[in-house]
């Protein structure tokens, strides 16, 4: 699934993940996201196999952070 430039808050993420148990590809352009959150989400998708995050907008708290989410996923 692609999601490019979306608007949507914190909240928003978070429900799509809880929506979206058997997601397996994931990219993201341009998208409005906070780092904390992003990784949450990620967390929450149990099936995501491959993700890529371009030009993330929202604010960063730590690079190190989603890069640990990531890793974790293998």
């Known amino acids: 699934m ?3 430039y979306v608007e949507e808050s914190d909240a928003g993420i978070l429900g799509f ?3 979206c148990p ?3 590809k994931l990219e993201m352009r341009g ?3 906070s780092e904390h959150i992003l990784a949450l989400a990620i ?3 149990t099936s995501l196999r491959y ?3 371009q030009q993330l907008k929202g ?3 730590s ?3 989603l890069e640990h989410q990531v890793v974790s996923l293998y």
């Open 31 to 33: 998208c409005c996201f």
């Open 59 to 61: 604010p960063q708290r």
């Open 51 to 53: 993700l890529w995050v």
């Open 2 to 4: 692609l999601l490019g």
């Open 63 to 65: 690079s190190s952070l």
């Open 43 to 45: 967390s929450q998708l």
């Open 17 to 19: 993940s809880k929506g």
């Open 22 to 24: 058997n997601l397996q």
